[in-house]
């Protein structure tokens, strides 16, 4: 895949991730190897039930210190309770390139604050409702895990 196949904004991420949040609106709208490529496709599915499968998990790497990068946010509910992620599902990118990312987290992670993805449980990610927005012209590297369902 490279870089995006259906936009051409000139920053890699960004394509990939439009195309991710593309992808993960049809499978919403429509209520039905580890790359981005086949998470894509696995997201997708081939049947016309669908197969369960809303969200492409992904890792982002800052630009510079090709470090991990890492969101924070609380839920309104839990406003004392701050937490931390790796791992983001895509909810919208727009044409310049900033993305609303909302924080994946395994319920049963008691870590708020991982200090690196290693540590962070990844076995049922799930949706938290924590939303941040990025420019995605400060990353250099996306990693995709497998999709998965993170509403149920």
């Not at 894509?40 to 969200?55: A, K, P, S, Y």
């Not at 937490?83 to 008691?110: G, I, M, N, P, Q």
């Amino acid at each position: 895949m490279g870089c995006g196949k259906d936009f051409d904004t000139g920053n890699c991420v960004c394509d990939v991730l439009k195309e991710i949040a593309d992808a993960q609106n049809d499978v919403v709208e429509n209520c039905c190897d580890s790359s981005c490529d086949q998470s894509i496709q696995d997201l997708l599915g081939e049947r016309d039930d669908g197969n369960g499968l809303d969200t492409v998990p992904v890792l982002l790497y800052c630009k510079g210190n090709c470090a991990p990068f890492k969101g924070f946010g609380a839920h309104p509910r839990r406003i004392r309770d701050v937490e931390a992620s790796f791992y983001f599902r895509v909810k919208k990118v727009t044409d310049d390139c900033c993305a609303v990312l909302e924080l994946l987290r395994d319920r049963d992670d008691d870590k708020d604050n991982p200090h690196n993805p290693v540590e962070q449980h990844t076995g049922r990610l799930r949706a938290t409702g924590i939303c941040i927005t990025v420019d995605l012209s400060c990353f250099c590297h996306v990693t995709c895990l497998p999709a998965i369902d993170a509403f149920n």
